[in-house]
């Protein structure tokens, strides 16, 4: 028997009794007046009624516990879950979060990611460590070239490949299918891509803007896609590849976490100017455009290579 659960019927029974023999003595007392009569027997009224609850209570719970204790008791853990939730909502109100995810990968598809991208209707932003998987996707350049037709501002914003910090998140010891040669690769891929686009963009004059850099000095720690008010950041970790680290969307360009993560591509962006401006010394130090014509060791979209996963 659980004493301490059962405490409350100890002492309502204890007091139960009292009541009940004070109301004996009040009229056992000679000389018994009708006064002592009455308050003999409202105070035995009362420890029948006290002692009737805890003999109820006692079988109740030996059926099987009381209901509307359990009810209670219920009703207690849902309003926690309920105040917890209505923290989170508020949190979320206030920094903008609409969605957060443990494993990117389960946001979707790589046609989700590219309708989202075709959905912008005045700005698209995207920083990553290659953004190698983007440029596999279907239609990837037309469809960027059709946003800029469209009057789309889009920037562009990668790792250069001999930035002195380049090695500093890739996990080549712990993770298999990481090498820094793969991701190097990548890169070299990715840049003839983009400036693949950018020459396209500048040759028809589209009505938006295109503007592709690659970062020589700083370290990009996580993928973002910008598209209009609509922002996806997944969180770069050195233990997991990108497909497996955490995401979170945010909606609102006046939200916090919004600001938040368009401040840190800003400062980057600020760092390089773009690839097209750069004069034959940077060329020398800095990966070049390249001239977007597939080399014999890589198809025409883009090599699949081992460390594809990874940014």
Known sequence: ????????????????????LVSFLLVAQPPSSEMSAFWSDVVQNIA???LTVVVLDFLWNL???EPITRSISSMTGILEEMRSSVTLLDDGRRTGLERALAVSGQLGSHDAWMSRLKAARKKVDLMGFSLHV???????ESELL???????QVRILIMGENNPHLESILNVEQIPSISTAAVREELRVAQRVFGRIGEEARRLRLAGSYDFRTLNRGLILCQLCRTDSRLTMV????????SRTPLLEVIG????????????FESLWRLESPVSERGPHDLCTRPAIGTGIPTPSEPAGGASTAGDAAR
């Open 1 to 20: 028997m659980n004493t301490r659960s059962n405490r409350p019927q100890i002492m309502f029974l204890i007091l139960g009794a009292i009541l009940l």
């Open 48 to 50: 029948l009624v006290i």
């Open 63 to 65: 059926m099987g516990g």
């Open 134 to 140: 983007w440029t596999r996707g279907e239609n990837f």
């Open 146 to 152: 059709s946003l800029v037709e469209h009057g789309v």
């Open 235 to 242: 969180q770069y970790l050195f233990s997991e590849v990108a």
């Open 253 to 264: 360009d006046d939200a916090a976490l919004y600001r938040v993560y368009m401040n840190e």
